[in-house]
C-alpha cells in the first residue's frame, strides 16, 4: 500500500489531497479545496495575487489534508504535485512547497502535468471511468479532444484554435452582465431560454467533414462571441432576452463539443466518453453528450463538481501512475507555464 500527498496550485485554488492505495486502485482519504475569492472583484484571475494567496494558504492547506486522512508525514510516501501548465508564480509556490517536503522526508516528489490530472479525475469516482476512452477536457484555459487508449498513452485529436470553452462561457457572462466566473450562470439562465429564438451556427461543424479535413476535430468559439455580441446589440436587454441569447449560445457551443466527441468516439471505436474540466460541471452538455452517445450504445462519466474543477486528489492519482512506473522528479524541477501533455502518441 502506498500514501501518496497531492498538490495542486497552477490557478486559483490552492489544494491538497491524500490518497492511498496500489496500482490502479485508489482510494481519497481526504481533499482539501481552498478557492480564492478575491479575483471575482477583478472578474478574472490576478496572476499576482493568485501566487501571494496560495503562499499564505499552502500550509495549512497541506495540514489540514493530512489531518482530514488522519495521517501525518511520516506516513506519506510520496509527493505529487502539479509542475505545468498554468500561471507561472502559482505552480511555483506548489513545485517548491512539494520538493521541500520531499527532500525534508526523503521521499520522491512527483511531477504531474494537470491535464492529465484532469483525465484520471474521474476514475477516483467511478471504477469504469477508466482507459480505453475518449476524453474531452473543457476548462477555463483549455479544450482537448484525447483519444486515450490506456493510462500514459494519448492522442491528442483537437484543441482550440482561439478561446477555450470555459473562457467562451465567461466572456459571453459578462457581455450578458453576469458574475465572473460565469459559466454555471449561463447554464442557469439558459434553462428558461427559447432554442429557437436564437440559432447561432455550431462553431467549425460542417455536415460534409470528413476525418481528412484539418478541422474534424478543432475548436473554435470566438467567432461564436462575436456573434453573441451582435445579438446582445440588437437586444431590448431583456431578461427574456438575455435568457433566449444564452440558451442560443450554450446550445451551438455544447452542440459543436457533442459533434466533434462523438466524431473522436466513432472513430476510434471507444464507448465510453470522459468528460473533465470546470465547463464539465455543465448538466446540459452531459445531458446532450449522453443523448448522442447512446445511440452508439456508448456511456458518458462526467465528474461531480468538487472533482471536475481544479483540485489535489486529482494529481495524486495520476502520481500513483507515474509513481508505479518507477517515474520520479529531481530536486532541480522547475514549473512550465505551458508543457505538452507526457504519453503524446501520434493520433
Ligand atoms: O477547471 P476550472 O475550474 O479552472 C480552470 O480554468 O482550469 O474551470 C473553470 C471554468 C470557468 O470558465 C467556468 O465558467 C466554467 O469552468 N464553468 C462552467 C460551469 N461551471 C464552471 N461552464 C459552463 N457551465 C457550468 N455549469
Ligand atoms: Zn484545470
Redesign the pocket.
Known sequence: MTRILGIET??D?TSAAVLDGSGDDVAQRSLVILSQDVHRVFGGVVPEIASRAHLTSIVPVVARALADADTTMPEIDAVAVTYAPGLIGALLVGVCYAKALAFSRGIPVIPIHHMEG?LFATSLENPDATPPFTALL?????TMLLDVEAWGRYRLLGATRDD????A??KV?KLLGLPY????H??SLARKGDPARYRFSRPMVRRNDTPADPDYYAFSFSGLKTAVLNAVKKSDGTDKDKADIARGFQDALIGSLVEKTFRAADEYGRERVILG???A???A?AGAMLERMVTIGGRVFAPT?RL???NAAMIARAGFHHYYRGERGALDLNAFASRPLPGLIAA
Not at 473543457?138 to 483549455?142: I, K, Q, W
Not at 477555450?164 to 473562457?167: I, M, P, S, V
Open positions: 497552477s490557478c485554488e484532469h473543457v476548462s477555463g484555459g483549455h477555450a470553452a470555459g473562457e462561457f465567461d457572462a466566473p460565469g459559466g454555471r449561463i447554464e474540466g470546470g465547463v460541471c455543465n448538466a452538455l463538481p471536475a474543477t481544479d
